[in-house]
């Protein structure tokens, strides 16, 4: 390589080292353990410690100089120094799922463990370990017991708090609905809810907060101290309780009220902070003091505020319902009558979208998902398992597709009142064609689009790949459009505007991801979608039957996007849902 020819990027050796430690992961991920990973961990060591950047070594060509740097190594380190990418890293990658390397960062928790753990229970991320040592089925596997499920739960605790994380609104929410049932059946209480970020929906929480009346407090207040699951009582007054559960390392605060301040407090501490400020400037135009303890009027009389909608009555606006009170555009609307009143709920969803079984890299066999679809009152499961070049999840040959059509029709005639939808999760490749040729497309009911792989492409790349993909008239939906993993990866850089606008054109759907740590698209870009006229579905991008709870998280995120019933087309019973997917432009 000749210096001219040569333009190094903004690689630094610290991140060529990250990636060889990663490399050597893998390679363990894998099975390899000897003379090539100790060769990538050496050469990690030697990069991180050079007094100098490699940009120079590499357009010299003199990497080889270095000890412990051979021909193959030089070669990969000059790939990553001067593109920016390694297309070995990539490969290898594609081989696991994207959450499988974070988990060998949890203390005690090394590639070995990790291999294991994804191949005999399918963890492939720190929410499934979390949620497999919970439900005891890690101490199932040989060599791991009750003690190892604690002390991966402590580890993976411990490494939250370093990273200084907001925990996940799907995480959080179970934890907090069964705390608020325990305070709602305590003595005296007459009304109770959650309140602040969690119940404005928000993808990520700091803690959670909950609103009670009691004409007692103190008995309320116990009810939640002495919880099952409280690790500490953290402070405990006359109106107020903060705990600490061991459970995610969770703060969760209780206040306790009369119940005519119950309206206004429940407002005050859901928030946000944003909209509270924007309210209380209305008020004062109307000479309306509005705080934390209530409405006063300028001679000091209290304003009778019963619930939250007298609260928005009083400032002539339509009521703001609690995931659109960020201030991003609510009051203008409520002003003037123009906020929907029809934002999308969970009842109006008559299917869920997205869902894999053990015929890919899900848990539970088609009858157990569609018995599990039944109980919760959905029409419909649209089956959408992982296609061929999806290699670690399992992504199924056309034959096998084939057969899963009959074993489809089978668990149809045997579970009554919900539908299988025959579908796939096809992969966007690199160029952005599709992993299946378009006769075999032809043939599914629903067809969903999405990118697993070769996240590593520039923000022009990757916008060209997702339109291509959209200008393919076999694609109905667009899965997990950003790709991004809340708390652990970015999302790839893309031109959204472009993205969205073309949706629109070509009448793709787009999904809105309810998976917790997906969320995918966010609620901003839900917000842009609507306003293009992108018709949306909701999913739960299930793995196992457990997961089709994701739909709320997936309303949640579409409300907040100001999404109508109208705007999501797994709002339509089965027949027509079909249909509207293939109405492509
Ligand atoms: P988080 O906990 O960070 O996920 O977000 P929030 O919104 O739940 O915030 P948090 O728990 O600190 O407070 C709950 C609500 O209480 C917040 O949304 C608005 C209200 N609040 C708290 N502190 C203040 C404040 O200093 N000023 C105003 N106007 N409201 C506040
Ligand atoms: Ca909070
Ligand atoms: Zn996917």
Redesign the pocket.
């Known amino acids: 390589m000749t210096p001219d020819v040569t333009i190094p990027t903004a690689v630094d050796k610290a991140t060529v080292a990250q990636v060889l430690r990663d490399i050597s992961l893998l390679l363990q991920l894998q099975g390899e353990s000897g003379f090539r990973v100790r060769a990538y961990d050496m050469a990690a060591d030697r990069v991180a410690g050079l007094p100098q950047e490699l940009g120079p070594l590499v357009a010299e060509g003199r990497l080889e100089s270095l000890p412990g740097i051979g021909p193959a190594l030089a070669e990969k380190i000059s790939e990553l120094v001067t593109t920016g990418r390694l297309g070995y890293l990539e490969e290898l990658r594609a081989q696991f799922p994207p959450g499988l390397l974070e988990l060998t960062q949890l203390p005690d928790v090394g590639p070995k463990k990790v291999a294991r753990l994804w191949r005999e229970l399918q963890v492939s991320g720190i929410e499934e370990l979390e949620r497999a040592c919970r439900e005891g089925r890690v101490r199932q596997l040989s060599g791991f017991g009750a003690k190892s499920e604690a002390k991966m739960l402590e580890g993976i605790a411990v490494y939250r708090r370093a990273r200084g994380e907001?925990k996940l609104l799907g995480e959080v929410l179970p934890v907090a609905t069964a705390l608020l049932e325990r305070v709602k059946s305590a003595p005296g209480v007459v009304r109770a809810s959650l309140?602040?970020?969690v119940r404005?929906q928000?993808e990520t929480?700091?803690?959670v907060?909950i609103i009670a009346s009691a004409p007692e407090a103190g008995p309320v207040l116990d009810a939640l101290a002495n919880a099952p699951g409280v690790a500490a009582v953290l402070g405990k007054g006359d109106s107020k309780c903060s705990v600490r559960l061991e459970a995610g390392d969770l703060q969760v605060d209780l206040r306790v009220l009369p119940d005519e301040d119950f309206a206004t407090a429940l407002h005050?501490?859901?928030?946000?902070?944003a909209h509270?400020?924007r309210l209380r400037n209305l008020g004062h135009e109307r000479g309306l003091k509005i705080s934390e303890w209530g409405v006063h009027r300028d001679d000091g009389t209290k304003v009778r505020v019963t619930e939250e909608s007298d609260l928005y009555a009083l400032l002539d606006m339509q009521y703001v319902p609690p995931e659109l009170r960020e201030d991003t555009g609510e009051f203008e609307a409520a002003r003037e009558g123009r906020l929907p009143e029809d934002l999308l709920t969970l009842e109006d969803v008559q299917g869920a979208v997205h869902a894999h079984s053990t015929w890919s890299d899900g848990r539970n066999s088609l009858e157990e998902m569609a018995r599990a679809a039944q109980a919760l009152g959905l029409k419909y499961l649209t089956v959408t398992e992982h296609s061929e070049a999806a290699i670690y999840a399992g992504g199924l040959k056309v034959d096998d597709l084939k057969r899963q059509w009959e074993e489809i029709d089978r668990v149809n005639a045997d579970v009554p009142g919900v539908r299988l939808l025959k579908g796939i999760e096809v992969d966007i490749l690199e160029s952005g064609a599709l992993d299946y040729a378009d006769s075999v497309l032809e043939q599914l009911e629903v067809v969903i689009g999405s990118i697993h792989v070769r996240h590593g492409m520039d923000e022009d790349q990757m916008t060209r790949r997702l339109l291509a993909a959209l200008d393919n008239p076999c694609l109905q939906i667009l899965g997990h459009p950003t790709g991004r993993l809340i708390n652990s990866r970015e999302p790839y850089p893309v031109r959204m505007d472009e993205v969205l606008a073309r949706a629109a054109e070509r009448g793709v759907a787009v999904e809105v991801n309810g998976k917790p740590a997906r969320l995918d698209i966010k609620a901003e870009y839900v917000r842009q979608a609507v306003k293009r006229g992108v018709r949306l579905v909701v999913s739960c991008d299930a793995h196992q039957k457990e997961d089709l709870r994701n739909l709320a998280f997936a309303v949640a995120t579409a409300r907040r996007g100001w999404a109508r019933k109208g705007d999501v087309l797994n709002t339509l019973p089965a027949d027509r849902f079909v249909t509207a997917l293939r109405e492509r432009r």
Not at 268 to 273: A, D, I, L, P, V
């Open positions: 907001r309140g602040g970020s404005r928000a929480v700091a803690d907060d005050h501490f859901t928030g946000s902070k509270h400020i």
